[in-house]
Nanobody, 123 residues
Framework: QVQLVESGGGLVQAGGSLRLSCAAS????????MEWFRQAPGKEREFVAG????????YYADSVKGRFTISRDNGKNTVYLQMSSLNTEDTGVYYC????????????????WGQGTQVTVSS
């Protein structure tokens, strides 16, 4: 069982930056690939970024490449999402996710979800 708790969301102006954190419980954090998904009102949950168990491989949605950076610290059981050059289309609830397999971009394949943190980008 893995419990995930996100933090760091908030209100930011367009062009600004935020860093999200996701703290995981359990001793097997380093066995899980970690992802960030987001969901805007009226839209489906979508993949944002993913990182493999070691942190050696990262994956990004085209819409955030070059602006977002995912990283993890297995010693602290934490995964991060550094977001910069934010725009209004980045607004939504951001969810931390974990799965035993490799990084997945499919929400249905996720084993564990956090409760989500709201990110609002104002114009």
């Amino acid at each position: 069982q893995v419990q995930l708790v996100e933090s760091g969301g908030g209100l930011v102006q367009a062009g600004g930056s935020l860093r999200l954190s996701c703290a995981a419980s359990g001793r097997t954090f380093d066995r899980y690939a970690m992802e960030w998904f987001r969901q805007a009102p009226g839209k489906e949950r979508e993949f944002v970024a993913g990182i493999n168990w070691s942190g050696g491989r990262t994956y990004y949605a085209d819409s955030v490449k070059g602006r977002f950076t995912i990283s993890r610290d297995n010693g602290k059981n934490t995964v991060y999402l550094q977001m910069s050059s934010l725009n209004t289309e980045d607004t939504g609830v951001y969810y931390c996710a974990a799965n035993r397999g490799g990084v997945t971009t499919t929400a249905q394949m996720i084993d564990y979800w956090g409760q989500g943190t709201q990110v609002t980008v104002s114009s």
